[in-house]
């Protein structure tokens, strides 16, 4: 069953903007996660938060997470045409026989 | 230096034809993953194995088939390909279950069209 819930759907921006993706989920988690994927590409691990953390940074990456909500946002700073792809959030349940559950995602694209 | 490698990267075949797409992964995880990403870029669990356990086995029909001969291989074998086969299908690795610790690394890719 889909856990997560990225929002918006698709959204476009310039080069230099901020871009804010937000993912909403309905469970309890031990963790989420935010993945980037190019066009015709495999997923790459962007960064981790945990469900007793509030704020983590990577770069220009700061990723937010409100348990009481259950949501998270991610937010890319001075985006840059190279950002343009989808991003998904996943969550961890930390239970026995089970793995990450991504949301549709986000297609961010960022023209020069 | 590849860290996760699936091949092949494309397949195309025809319909009742059977099918093995392979994966390897070089860094020493114990997890392994095949998820399916269809049309609209929605990821789904189908299969897990752990040091070469299978830990989770969603509902696919019973055509596909893993296999993990050790734990840095993961295979998975479809027979009798339908046309709603259709889709990317990824390997993925973690250290820990659920890349509780440092994530998934992902393959690739194979992008299977069913004809």
């Known amino acids: 069953s889909q856990q997560g819930e990225e929002d918006p759907q698709a959204l476009s921006i310039q080069e230099g903007e901020n871009a804010t993706m937000n993912c909403s989920y309905k469970?309890?988690?031990?963790?989420l996660q935010w993945y980037r994927q190019n066009s015709g590409r495999g997923l790459v691990h962007l960064i981790l938060?945990?469900?007793?953390?509030r704020e983590k940074h990577s770069g220009r990456l700061r990723v937010t997470l409100d348990t009481s909500k259950k949501s998270s946002s991610l937010l890319i700073t001075a985006s840059r045409a190279a950002d343009t792809a989808s991003y998904f959030c996943?969550?961890?349940?930390?239970?026995?026989?089970?793995?990450?559950?991504f949301g549709k995602g986000t297609t961010l694209s960022v023209s020069s | 230096d590849t860290a996760v490698s699936q091949t092949p990267k494309y397949l195309v075949t025809q319909m009742g034809n059977d099918k093995s797409i392979k994966c390897e992964q070089n860094?020493?995880?114990?997890?392994m993953y095949w998820y399916k990403q269809d049309s609209k870029k929605f990821l789904k669990i189908m299969f897990s194995?752990?040091?070469?356990?299978?830990?989770i086995n969603e509902t696919v029909p019973n055509r596909f088939s893993p296999k993990s001969p050790d734990k840095a291989h993961l295979n998975l074998h479809i027979n009798s390909l339908e046309l709603g086969d259709s889709a990317v299908y990824f390997c993925?690795?973690?250290?820990?279950?659920?890349?509780?610790?440092?994530?998934?690394?992902f393959g690739s890719g194979t992008r299977l069209t069913v004809v």
């Open positions: 993925a690795s973690s250290q820990a279950p659920e890349g509780r610790v440092n994530g998934y690394t």
């Open positions: 469970t309890s988690i031990n963790n």
């Open positions: 938060i945990r469900s007793n953390e």
């Open positions: 996943a969550t961890g349940l930390n239970q026995a026989g089970t793995a990450l559950i």
């Open positions: 860094l020493g995880h114990d997890t």
């Open positions: 194995y752990n040091n070469k356990e299978l830990i």
